[in-house]
């Protein structure tokens, strides 16, 4: 089978297209036969080895598509279910084998290429917004990178929950997008300063949580804009990490909050795992979240994904299609 694999950490020329042999299933996993692969930032990171793995590895954290093969212990799910999972890695390739229990089942009224596109990042919308700043109806959210995979699927679910959202992009083309999903305010963060645009739309209030994905370019100023008591919800670094900081700055701010997140761990039991995920599916399926699969590239064409992503050139979600 054809694969993406990283031998050593690095650019995107790190990232080679393979031929390994298709796995087997131990008793317990279930191999899948990928209709799509989504790409995700923190593929960039394990390229890197910002994030570690012990190469040769298959990249990829998401995928969805047919259960070909099930090992003898698994009854969860037969073969020609379709199927989809996320943070397990190995999903740049034609075939992957995955624990059984980790696996969700696709409904009807959701397409391979939508679950693919769905799982990482809607699952991550949906815990910030309903589980980590549990957002209410009348509060308002500064989400950055708003028309982003995550950012897109999140500025709908702050909408939906009847928040008001003030977003950041970089382009305009960005802007409309982010407005077309539900944002209140938008703000060209690369040409105008969000502090002081962010203090002046909440009338010197602030916004009651940032989520920022973004990381080393917006953080500190994202300390100035939360309300006393908010919260810092850092859930990325796509501009670098954060470097250290004293805890008292979060006491001189007005008391804040301020924590750093994982999909894993709000999806760490099988029953959050396909809760969560059933109700991403529903909305998927009843309209109320839009997916915007604005990029799928062949499997060969993985580096280019990485260049596209890493450049701030796409918006929506990016798939790999073997
Ligand atoms: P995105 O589609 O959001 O792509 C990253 C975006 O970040 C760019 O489009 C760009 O938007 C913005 N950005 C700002 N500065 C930079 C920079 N210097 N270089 C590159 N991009 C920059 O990616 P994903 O939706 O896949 O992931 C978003 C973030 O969320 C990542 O940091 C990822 O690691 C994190 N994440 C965390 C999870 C968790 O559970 N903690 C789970 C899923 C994702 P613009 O051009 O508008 O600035």
């Keep these: 089978m054809k694969a993406i694999q990283v031998k050593q950490t690095g650019g995107p020329e790190a990232m ?31 390229r890197e080895g910002r994030y570690k793995a012990l190469p040769p590895f298959v990249l990829g954290q998401e995928g969805a598509g047919v259960v070909n093969a099930v090992g003898t212990d698994v009854t969860l799910v037969k073969n020609d279910d379709r199927v989809a999972w996320c943070g397990l890695m190995g999903s740049y390739a034609e075939y992957a084998a995955v624990p059984a229990d980790r696996l969700v089942p696709i409904p009807d009224g959701v397409t391979d290429q939508q679950a693919a596109a769905a799982m990482l990042q809607g699952m991550t919308a949906h815990y910030l917004s309903h589980d980590t700043y549990p957002l209410k109806r009348g509060e308002t959210a500064l989400v950055h990178a708003a028309a982003g995979g995550v950012g897109l ?25 982010a407005r077309e999903a ?4 938008v703000i060209l963060y690369t040409q105008s300063d969000f502090e002081a645009e962010t203090k002046r739309l909440t009338g010197g209030k602030g916004v009651d949580v940032v989520y920022d994905s973004v990381g080393k370019t917006t953080f500190e100023k994202g300390l100035n804009v939360l309300r006393p008591r908010g919260m810092m919800v850092l859930f990325g670094g796509s501009s670098g990490a954060v470097p250290a900081f004293d805890l008292i700055v979060l006491s001189q ?14 999806i760490a039991t099988r029953e959050e795992l396909v809760t969560r995920s059933s109700a991403v599916f529903g909305m998927i ?15 060969a064409e993985a580096r280019q994904a990485h260049r596209d992503l890493e450049g701030r050139k796409t918006t929506g979600k990016l798939l790999l299609i073997p």
Excluded: C, W
């Design 16 to 46: 080679e297209l393979v031929d390994l042999s298709v796995p087997q299933p131990k008793a317990n996993e279930v191999v899948v036969k990928l209709t799509a692969s989504g790409v995700n930032f923190i593929d960039v990171y394990f």
């Design 153 to 177: 699927l999140l500025v709908q679910m702050a909408h939906n929950i009847g928040a008001r959202v003030i977003a950041t992009v970089s382009t305009e083309e960005k802007a409309k997008l």
């Design 182 to 185: 539900g944002a209140d305010e």
């Design 253 to 266: 701010k007005g008391s804040l909050y301020v924590t750093r997140p994982s999909l894993n761990h709000y």
């Design 285 to 299: 399926a009843s309209g109320k979240l839009k997916l915007r699969i604005e990029h799928t590239y062949p499997l």
